[in-house]
């Protein structure tokens, strides 16, 4: 998808030459005789910009093979610094915690709600922490989690019941995944069900268009990303089409948040009993400006990459047949054939675990973590990064690392049966879901939904792939986005065990 629209920004010398050249001009003055990080040769203008076509997280590991862990690149007018190993990940965050930094927000975001928005604040705000608390203390916490397994175990026996009707049929688990993905979330924060699981085309409005939509728009390089003079002029449409597609989001809920105020208003000092997390909002006094923005963002984080990792583990195992077998023999001791998969049986399948952690390994849901800039300059590694500059760790590198990893490109989820490495931000080697402040808050939530489902799909369900195509075939081609996504879809047939 990035080399789909890259073509615009190489258009952009044309239209840029006096303004890049002087601010051009400019850096290199400031930046004469500082030990910066090794880079590449930097075009005039457009930077390295041209070499992003094969896919930002594999170019930079290139950079790091070569260049050492820490390097640089500059694309447009602003410099990167890219982290690929747990040391330089190491001082990223220290300089992290001792400078005042900004979240790079990308130009196609709406004007005015970077106030009310918990991913792309970009400073750490008292409103973004108090956003962030209460997501912890009532979807993420032990309590919340622990109250929500009914409708994540409902929504599972929902798309197990569903796979059993297509038995012998040719399944597109990406759009299965999303759709249950969805709908546990739309039960948590709604009561409602938003998406049919059937993939028929009857879904291509709402919600279902807007997230695909939103997540289309972030994959697309920004020419005002690269060229910030060009924000006003937003010369794509980006940040038009982003209004758009976040307002059909909106419309999906907002009759629901109309009623529910009325019942809040109409029940107001009599105890009324809180459903769902629309109730919480509500009760929080925020405004519906404050709800639609929280949930959206909710709903682009919480599905696309969830529907990812389930649908890369399920590959995964469907091309490893003894990894397959273990995970189906673990479930069969542990749980037995006959006996729906509950939240609570999990905790007894280090296996199922292992291939989870191997999957997040090998396909991290976001390949980069989101870039911060330091706004003063600073040592790392004795290289000097200046001010402004846009830092970034490539977990993707680092989880094929053969310096950090046995074999890392094989698929070996025995690696993690006997070790104590986790995806909680401690260990820096391995960070599926971010480092510090700004880790995923909702990765518990996350875990839990793809240990359950791909669990699930597991244990009642035998996999093949169409017109009897060799398992060991399997197209394993990733597509880079905002997520790592597979290339084509999974495509498969269940059989049912029963």
């Known amino acids: 998808m990035?080399?789909?629209?890259?073509?615009?920004?190489?258009?952009?010398?044309?239209?840029?030459?006096?303004?890049?050249?002087?601010?051009?001009?400019?850096?290199?003055?400031?930046?004469?005789?500082?030990?910066?990080?090794p880079s590449p040769y930097s075009w005039p203008i457009i930077g390295n910009l041209p070499y992003m076509l094969k896919g930002p997280h594999i170019y930079f590991t290139?950079?790091?093979?070569?260049?050492?862990?820490?390097?640089?690149?500059?694309?447009?007018?602003?410099?990167?610094?890219?982290?690929?190993?747990?040391?330089?990940?190491?001082?990223?965050?220290?300089?992290?915690?001792?400078?005042?930094?900004?979240?790079?927000?990308?130009?196609?975001?709406?004007?005015?709600?970077?106030?009310?928005?918990?991913?792309?604040?970009?400073?750490?705000?008292?409103?973004?922490?108090?956003?962030?608390?209460?997501?912890?203390?009532?979807?993420?916490?032990?309590?919340g989690l622990d109250s929500q397994s009914v409708l994540r175990e409902k929504n599972a026996d929902k798309m197990v019941g569903f796979l059993k009707t297509k038995h012998g049929k040719v399944v597109n688990v990406r759009e299965l995944m999303f759709a249950t993905t969805v709908n546990i979330l739309g039960n948590i924060c709604f009561s409602n069900d938003f998406v049919g699981l059937e993939d028929d085309g009857k879904d291509s409005r709402g919600l279902k268009r807007a997230l695909y939509n939103l997540m289309k728009l972030g994959t697309t390089p920004n020419i005002a990303d690269f060229y910030p003079r060009f924000e006003g002029l937003d010369p794509q449409g980006l940040k038009k089409k982003t209004s758009e597609a976040m307002s059909e989001a909106f419309s999906v809920w907002e009759h629901i948040i109309k009623e529910r105020r009325g019942t809040w208003e109409s029940q107001k000092g009599s105890g009324y009993d809180e459903h769902d997390f629309l109730d919480t909002m509500i009760r929080c006094g925020f405004s519906?400006?404050?709800?639609?923005?929280l949930t959206v963002e909710l709903f682009s984080g919480g599905t696309h990459s969830t529907a990812s990792t389930i649908e890369w583990a399920l590959a995964e195992l469907i091309k490893n047949k003894e990894s397959m077998f273990a995970i189906q023999n673990e479930l069969a001791k542990q749980i037995g054939s006959t006996t729906c998969i509950k939240e609570s049986h999990v905790s007894r399948l280090p296996y199922l675990h292992a291939c989870v952690k191997e999957t997040l390994r090998l396909h991290p849901p976001a390949p980069l973590l989101h870039p911060q800039a330091i706004l003063e300059g600073c040592e790392i590694m004795n290289y000097t990064v200046p001010k402004n500059s846009q830092m970034i760790l490539n977990v993707w590198a680092m989880g094929r690392d053969p310096s950090l990893w046995e074999d890392p490109l094989s698929f070996k989820p025995e690696r993690f049966c006997d070790s104590n490495v986790d995806f909680k931000g401690q260990d820096f080697k391995f960070l599926p879901f971010g480092v510090g402040r700004r880790m995923c808050p909702g990765y518990p939530y996350a875990i839990k939904q793809i240990h359950l489902m791909l669990a699930s799909l597991v244990q009642n369900f035998d996999w093949f792939l169409p017109d009897n195509i060799d398992l060991s075939k399997l197209d394993m081609t990733e597509n880079f986005g905002i997520i790592s996504q597979r290339k084509k879809p999974l495509m498969v047939i269940p059989k049912c065990k029963c």
Request: charged residues 20%.
């Open 288 to 293: 519906d400006l404050q709800i639609n923005q």
């Open 62 to 143: 290139e950079l790091s093979r070569f260049y050492g862990p820490l390097c640089s690149v500059k694309l447009g007018t602003h410099l990167f610094v890219i982290g690929s190993s747990p040391l330089a990940a190491t001082e990223i965050m220290r300089a992290y915690d001792r400078l005042p930094t900004y979240r790079w927000v990308p130009k196609a975001g709406q004007d005015g709600l970077q106030d009310y928005s918990l991913i792309w604040a970009s400073e750490c705000t008292h409103h973004w922490k108090l956003l962030r608390s209460l997501c912890r203390t009532e979807l993420f916490s032990v309590k």
């Open 2 to 37: 990035f080399s789909d629209h890259l073509f615009l920004l190489l258009l952009t010398p044309l239209l840029a030459l006096i303004i890049a050249v002087r601010t051009r001009t400019k850096a290199a003055a400031s930046r004469r005789g500082q030990n910066l990080p």
